[in-house]
């Protein structure tokens, strides 16, 4: 009979599994950090899954109803969605189809980018045999 108490146990186990050690922090920090300041984001987090990757803070936004057209999208930073959403209401201002004109939102979101994403989006190059040792444990 399985008891609440080591499933419980269990899943502790598995979240520790999620967490980086210091010198895997050491060596993927800056990568990322390089990625936020060129991309306009946050790192929220930074954990391991399949591979190292961070959890970012984003902002959906969109818009539905009221016109004939609808929009939907994700930015990087609540600068560029606000932007969208004025580019897009102004736009939309021409459109004389209804009465009701829903409101553009835009709210925070995370999402997820792995290392290998944000070297490649930074240029950045590193070190594939510390690699290995640090993630694959070779």
């Not at 994700?74 to 004389?96: F, I, P, T, Y």
Request: glycine residues 6%.
């Amino acid at each position: 009979m399985i008891k609440l108490k080591d499933i419980l146990k269990e899943k502790k186990d598995i979240l520790k599994e999620d967490k980086m050690s210091p010198e895997q922090i050491k060596f993927a920090k800056p990568i990322f950090d390089a990625a936020a300041k060129k991309g306009k984001f946050k790192v929220k987090k930074l954990y391991m899954s399949f591979q190292p990757s961070a959890a970012i803070q984003a902002f959906s936004f969109g818009k539905d109803g009221g016109s004939m057209a609808s929009v939907w999208g994700h930015a990087l930073s609540k600068q560029a969605a606000m932007a969208l959403g004025k580019a897009w209401e102004k736009a939309d201002m021409d459109v004389q189809m209804s009465e009701f004109k829903p409101k553009f939102f835009i709210r925070p979101e995370d999402q997820y980018i792995t290392l290998a994403d944000a070297a490649r989006f930074t240029g950045m190059k590193y070190d594939r045999a510390e690699y290995d040792r640090l993630f694959r444990g070779r």
